[in-house]
């Protein structure tokens, strides 16, 4: 076969069918398939996908064979159609396009009308018996190939075209008549000529070739090569080229042409959904001049159109058309998106494919094929981009409203929001208590800043990065936040902030996109998510076939209400720091850490374990039944102090220090690289008693809760370690603690204490921590920065140019870097297992929300996943198409 | 075997040697061997260390038939000696002694003249006729085994001893009669019943298994234990115990006691070197109460010692003991410390064991021995520990001088100096330029320091670790340097500095010790190193043997003729930011960072391009015909503006720019974790026009230097590579203007672009790195820093934690992490030749003048490793000592 290059299709059978796809591109496969099937295809064949990569490798050359099997095909089409190609009896005009294996909309070249010259011409007004038609189809065909095949650009016959119009007093192109045309070809002869160098070819045959190679050369074009970048086309697939017999719609009111979709593609429901014109070429719809007309009455009804439909025109073609769905749906089991031409009377279907549709389209959709028959549930589930849930999870902003883009930063926490501006916490409070709802705009947030994000509608900061304070708080609360909007400034001493020229003052108003990192003026109309009946099913089939575990990452009573509500499995990251932020547990752990003497920090723990036992309770009582996995104290402890003057004397206040004390106190907590300083379990090791205090904060709400009967299932977790002997000395003290405090109580509480697993060593020493924890969980947040040495705070305008640079093709803190990032996470769980083969293993950074990532866990072999309670179904429906086998490709690698 | 537990020795034969270390101990195997060889050594046998295992195993049980084995031995003893023990005709003593397989000096325990008591005592005197000998013989036999084996402390006897003497006018020992002490025995016996409960054991049995008893509970003593500790000696290896029949040293003038090295243990040189004391017994000589003699005439002699020599007193003696020194070195080939007795004219070795030794002796012993042929230069590279030769390599502390420690930090930067303190830059400038030495104390440094460090003979800094800006510097500059002194604390207005309770003030005199981190009051002497012929012949054969090349990290002129001078085989890292903190350099560096626009950025960068081109110059002349690599920009920019307002007004001068700009510009460079930031080659990603004159630089620097018809090698490496993606931009930017250079000058310079691999990224990715890069240089420290998520800056409060909690065994910031980082090395290594066979590797962090490390990159397959001038030879030595196989254990694994 490796020298066939071309295929034929129509008139019920082809040589090619949808299967062949890479061969003949989607566009042809496409076509053969519908022949097979016996739908009305203007018959033609493919030259191959192969042919466009010998054509590039060889610069322009073509297979030796090709001409004769291009001459033969053509000889074929002529005895099907029962016409002539470039004779004078029954013209044979053709269309030439291209189709790559993915659809690349507009990128490449087409040819229509081809085969036309002075001779040829005059038969074509013979045959249908309208010189206006031929003429105007000629010019058409001259424009076209003008343009594309010998880069002469359209302006020079617009130009002609408007002087001719000027000249004979005429308005429109329809006022021109077929002599109009006629006079006006000379000169369109004349210009191509002039500006290409070359003579317009005359001959069809040469017209043929010369438009075949242009849809090759196209292939290349810029503009593709672009598209192909931007969307991870690979270069080497090439272009088939499709050419057909031409059917024209233009041919009286009883031609026409138009785009359907089998169902509607905004909503899914099963009504036919398209738009056409009566006596027009394709080319008309596009260009716009014509409003099209509805296809069926339903819709015309439904969309208060006044024009006529296909159905009340028509009736006998709309049936067909109808038919002609229900075939496609059928055979290809999915939505599909169909071009048509019906020329005097005549159905011809010119193409389909999949159609786009929204995110609640699409799930419609596959529900309703499966309660249909059409499909099954697995195919049901791998047709959803589970990104594409994340649009119905969250307040959204309406797609229709109108915005005015201020400037963007990145979208550190999904949803939207509007209020007025305010540039401090203290505002942010005030202004929300006299009922007001305002966007917290600050420089960077720090734990002082809590009370005015809780009281905001979002937060928006200059500074910071997708874990910066302000996103991670932000995450926390379900609260939509942009950060790091570096083209943004603000003055909070004025109150102002400036962004493209504008100054914008406290209380105007400006809408937040966390989902998108966008900033917008005024307010923009937003709308309730809506998790509808098809949304509901579907996740029951996701939770049938994934074999991943889905927790979430939740620390206060609505986040753990919120990961019940979309179906978390547990919890399975609650960072106990965020409780530390709040109002007087935040003046109890200055004091700890204040604290000159042992005993004053022992009795500032003392206010904390209570503090903390009721946090856990609540946890352990929304969970119950569920596994709760608790991280010890994480960030460096200066974390917790204030950096500002005023906060500083207010703190000092508090406490009754000296505000000097409080600043001693900071410059020694102080380090170059808090990242990389005294954190995690090293806290642990250097200030023993306030995990000490944390454990029995756990394990006295754990008895509380259980007293009650309910089931509590603490698993307690060690941050940032590095080395089994640590993780050893931690364990040892966990389990110490809960001896004593389950001694108190006189009771049981099954637990388990295991290791994060987010410092590169942590993964090369796997088997050693595996010794003594019962379970890892990735913190791929901390494993990326370490393993690319790259701060994600400060990493914003570096990502900007290694995107640009096409260093990073993806995010590698969105999406796990694979190839990197992911040995050392499958060397985690290899030694792990190696040492404990029942080892439970998740992970619970950022990338358990992403889809890509979730395929890999997979893969890897992990027992879970956790991400935040809004990104659940998410991960539900990836670790569902994981276990189907779905993957993808690792752009970084 | 496994139920022999005593092993015989004496007279010519024995039934062990010194292979059979682990199982006699060190001072029982070389019994057995001293004995096999025909020396004479006083008869006895050895109960193996498997015994102390089973011992300490079943908590002080012994093997069934150990009883048995150790009365045939005793029976065997009294056979040989023709003595009796217990019995009363030709009485037989015994001395029960400790030995393990390492020595451990002083940590167990040992008893003499066992088998004393009444009766005993009585035939002891009769035999020797001498009553006080065997009186005085029995009351240091009762406090010994009082004090060793039933735990009553020593001054009990002295109490008594001191009464005794009080009540009788009596002065001194010596002054008691046979008689006195036949009085005080009763008393000692008295006083041990009170204090034990238990009566002393007056049968020689008894006393002889309650003495093994007692050796064997001394292994798990808490001295012993902690010792094991400090020298990591496992605790399940166990002392054997060596019984021997007892001689005498105190019976009259013809006896005597003494210890000898068979060369001098401070020179090396071969003279017979010790000292001896007549009638005395071994714990006279440690009792220090007599002043020992010398062994040899020569001895005598040179030390200006009045006191006769052995050689004088019994030269027969002499010559007999001075052929045992010939015997033992020809036998052992190693230099050897041992204890004699001269028992009444009677000659009796008690130990031999391998002598300590300077390393200025240890040289010229290994390098002597080996022109003796008593050794081959195998051997010799073995038998020195390389970290010793740094005593040779810098200007010391004359370690027989006093001093006051006043406190200590890290030994940043090796060498002593002493000066007058001063506390800033510009004092230290002054100060020196007035012909005054001073240190220059601070709490950091920061590049407005440069001219201070410059002018000052020593660093000293409270804030700041190994890798600190003044540890690099001082390093780079020779220059001792002691960092992170958090004991001591200096208040720069007042310029005074605190440690201990003591202030000083500016201009008092202080030393460092940076090879130790010591700081002490005044000025301590110190002396020049020297370098003498042994050490230059050793270093010819270590670079015989060695197959790891070894280059030094060096970018100033003096760093570069001193890494030649010690015998770099090239540069393995020229950092050139280094270059940049220097006087206007700094001053062009920073107009280039604050610079507003393009252009004037580029005139900044032109200006330092001249100095650049320069630099390299000098570089390339130096190091002509060896290779040179130069690492392209590496801290984030931020490090080369003022921190201090005092700085930024002046740099704002200096630039014509306003304090506000340079105060903004600061801040906009600011970054939470400078390490994790935008350094390296993010600086060649983000400004690529630094790259550029940096390697236009080096081009032109290595084309004037090419035309002299000087060899030029650079090699220029980039660092802080992560990806594959990102080295080829590098790469392709360096081969951009090289060819640009090269073509301006009509030249050909063969170079090489080459990845630094310090980030586990790189690591993993190796093999896509190694697709474009000629060489791989590893750089250990920030690789150690981000595989532990740990900042060397941050961690010295850390590591004290971690090593107090056994986490860290070794420093991984000195010794390479063998089984985590070093994990990370490994497939680094592997990963790039699988793509690039003949890549070249080398590792250009701290570890490359680290022994351990060392062996361990000798195993990794490394091609060279770099390290700073001053420690090249040590390196060197390593790496021969490498390639003899030579190894360790990582005890952090």
Redesign the interface.
């Known amino acids: 076969m490796a020298d066939k290059w071309t295929y034929a299709f129509g008139v019920g059978k082809a040589e090619g069918s949808a299967a062949m796809l890479d061969l003949l591109g989607g566009k042809g496969a496409n076509l053969h398939e519908m022949s097979s099937i016996g739908l009305n295809i203007p018959p033609g064949f493919t030259i191959t996908t192969e042919v466009c990569s010998h054509f590039i490798q060889t610069q322009g050359e073509y297979p030796a064979d090709l001409e004769a099997q291009v001459s033969q095909a053509v000889q074929a089409l002529e005895a099907t159609m029962g016409a002539s190609f470039g004779a004078c009896e029954n013209v044979l005009l053709l269309s030439v396009r291209s189709g790559a294996r993915a659809s690349m909309p507009g990128m490449m070249d087409t040819v229509l009308n081809l085969g036309l010259n002075d001779k040829t011409v005059k038969c074509l007004a013979k045959t249908f018996g309208d010189e206006r038609f031929a003429y105007d189809s000629y010019r058409r065909f001259i424009q076209m190939f003008g343009d594309v095949v010998m880069g002469v650009d359209h302006y020079h016959f617009e130009d002609i075209l408007e002087d001719y119009k000027f000249d004979h007093a005429l308005k429109l192109d329809a006022d021109l008549s077929g002599e109009d045309w006629k006079n006006l070809i000379p000169r369109f002869y004349e210009v191509i000529e002039e500006e290409s160098g070359r003579p317009f070819p005359t001959h069809p045959k040469e017209q043929l070739w010369a438009a075949i190679g242009a849809v090759f050369k196209s292939w290349t074009n810029k503009r593709a090569r672009t598209y192909r970048k931007l969307y991870n086309i690979p270069d080497g697939w090439g272009t088939a080229v499709n050419i057909q017999a031409m059917v024209f719609g233009n041919l009286g009111n009883n031609s026409a042409t138009g785009v359907c979709f089998t169902r509607n593609p905004s909503t899914g429901h099963n009504e036919f959904y398209g738009e056409y014109l009566e006596n027009a070429q394709g080319e008309d719809v596009v260009a716009g001049l014509r409003t099209p007309q509805p296809l069926s009455l339903a819709h015309a009804k439904a969309t208060d159109m006044d024009l006529p439909s296909l159905e009340e025109r028509m009736p006998d073609l709309f049936a067909q058309l109808n038919t002609v769905r229900k075939t496609l749906e059928n055979h290809y089991k999915d939505m599909q998106d169909l071009e048509f031409t019906i020329e005097q009377g005549r159905l011809w279907i010119l193409q389909t494919r999949t159609g786009k549709r929204t995110i609640r389209a699409a799930l419609r959709v596959a529900v309703v094929m499966v309660t249909e028959g059409l499909i099954d549930k697995k195919e049901a589930i791998c047709r959803i981009d589970p990104t594409h849930l994340d649009q119905l999870l969250h307040r959204t902003l309406d797609p229709d409203a109108d915005c005015e883009i201020l400037g963007h930063g990145l979208p550190a926490s999904p949803g939207a929001a509007s209020g007025k501006l305010v540039f401090t916490s203290d505002d942010a409070e005030a202004w929300t208590a006299r009922g007001e709802e305002v966007i917290l705009a600050r420089l960077e947030t720090s734990p002082d800043d809590i009370k005015g994000m809780i009281s905001a509608k979002g937060v928006l900061t200059m500074r910071g990065g997708m874990t910066s304070h302000a996103a991670v708080v932000a995450r926390g609360m379900g609260k939509p936040c942009v950060s790091g909007a570096s083209g943004i400034s603000i003055d909070s001493a004025a109150k102002t902030l400036t962004a493209l020229g504008e100054t914008l003052v406290e209380g105007d108003l400006i809408t937040l996109n966390g989902g998108t990192g966008q900033v917008m003026k005024g307010r923009v109309a937003t709308v309730e998510p809506q998790l509808g009946g098809a949304f509901a099913t579907f996740m029951t089939w996701a939770d049938e076939i994934r074999t991943l575990k889905v927790r979430a990452n939740a620390e206060t009573l609505a986040d753990a209400v919120a990961a019940r509500a979309f179906g978390a499995e547990g919890i399975g990251l609650a960072r106990t720091e965020h409780m530390f932020f709040h109002d007087d547990r935040l003046t109890h752990m200055r004091s700890m850490i204040l604290a000159g003497t042992q005993a004053a920090r022992l009795e500032a723990l003392d206010k904390l374990l209570d503090h903390q036992r009721n946090d856990f309770v609540e946890l352990f009582e929304v969970m119950q039944g569920l596994p709760v996995t608790i991280r010890l104290l994480d960030p460096p402890l200066h974390e917790f102090l204030p950096t500002r003057l005023r906060d500083m004397k207010s703190v000092a206040e508090t406490l009754g220090v000296s505000i000097e004390d409080v600043q001693a106190r900071a410059a020694e907590l102080f380090?170059?690289?808090?990242?990389?300083?005294?954190r995690g379990c090293?806290l642990g090791?250097?200030y023993p008693e306030i995990y000490e205090m944390q454990v029995r904060a756990i394990f006295e709400a754990a008895c509380n809760v259980q007293i009650q009967d309910k089931v509590v299932l603490p698993e307690i977790m060690v941050p940032?370690v590095?080395?089994g002997?640590?993780f050893a000395?931690m364990k040892a003290l966990v389990d110490r603690v809960a001896k004593d405090v389950l001694g108190e109580y006189g009771l049981k509480v099954p637990y388990q204490v295991g290791s994060m697993i987010?410092?590169?060593?942590a993964s090369?020493?796997a088997g050693e921590i595996a010794k003594e924890a019962a379970f890892f969980s990735f913190g791929t947040n901390?494993l990326t920065?370490?393993?690319?040495?790259?701060?994600r705070?400060?990493a914003a305008?570096?990502l900007q140019?290694?995107t640009d640079?096409?260093?990073f093709r993806q995010d590698p803190f969105k999406t796990l870097?694979q190839?990197?990032?992911g040995?050392?996470v499958q060397m985690g769980v290899q030694y792990g297992r190696s040492v404990r083969p029942d080892l439970k293993v998740g992970i619970c950074g950022e990338h358990g929300g992403d889809p890509r990532s979730v395929f890999f866990f997979h893969k890897a072999g992990l027992d879970y996943i956790s991400c935040s309670p809004f990104r659940v179904p998410i991960a539900k429906l990836s670790a569902a198409q994981a276990a189907l086998g779905v993957d993808f490709e690792d752009e970084?690698a």
């Open positions: 380090e170059t690289n808090p990242m990389l300083g005294n090293r090791i250097t940032l590095s080395d002997r640590e000395l987010e410092l590169p060593r090369l020493k901390d920065q370490m393993t690319y040495g790259l701060s705070d400060d305008p570096l140019a290694y640079k096409g260093v870097d190839t990197g990032v040995e050392l970084n």
